[in-house]
């Protein structure tokens, strides 16, 4: 079973930064696709990025292009998700979740684990 710990959510003004972690443990992820969601008030939750564990390869929502950046630090156990320059269209609750297996997708329904949840509340 794959436990999934999501940190450094918090209260930032627009143009600021804020990084993420998502802390697992249960299974290696050699060979799982790991990612960031988030889900704002009244709307469905969407994919922002995720990373392919085995060589490090990397997918954005159009929306944070350019903006967040995702990696992983394999000594850790740990994903980051790097936002820079926040929109308050950025508010959500962000959510890390993990996959077993290769392929690359931005379909909520096929992450198997998720973390709770951490909030991200960014002010005009």
């Known amino acids: 079973q794959v436990q999934l710990v999501e940190s450094g959510g918090g209260l930032v003004q627009a143009g600021d930064s804020l990084r993420l972690s998502c802390a697992h443990s249960?299974?290696?992820?050699?060979?799982?696709?790991a990612g960031w969601f988030r889900q704002a008030p009244g709307k469905e939750r969407e994919f922002v990025a995720a990373?392919?564990?085995?060589?490090?390869?990397?997918d954005f929502a159009d929306s944070v292009k350019g903006r967040f950046t995702i990696s992983r630090d394999n000594a850790k156990n740990t994903m980051y998700l790097q936002m820079n320059s926040l929109k308050p269209e950025d508010t959500a609750v962000y959510y890390c979740?993990?996959?077993?297996?290769?392929?690359?997708?931005?379909?909520?329904?096929?992450?198997?684990?998720w973390g709770q949840g951490t909030q991200v509340t960014v002010s005009a």
């Open positions: 990373i392919k564990w085995s060589d490090g390869w990397t």
């Open positions: 979740a993990a996959r077993r297996g290769y392929v690359m997708t931005k379909n909520v329904a096929t992450y198997e684990y």
């Open positions: 249960g299974r290696t992820f050699s060979n799982y696709v």
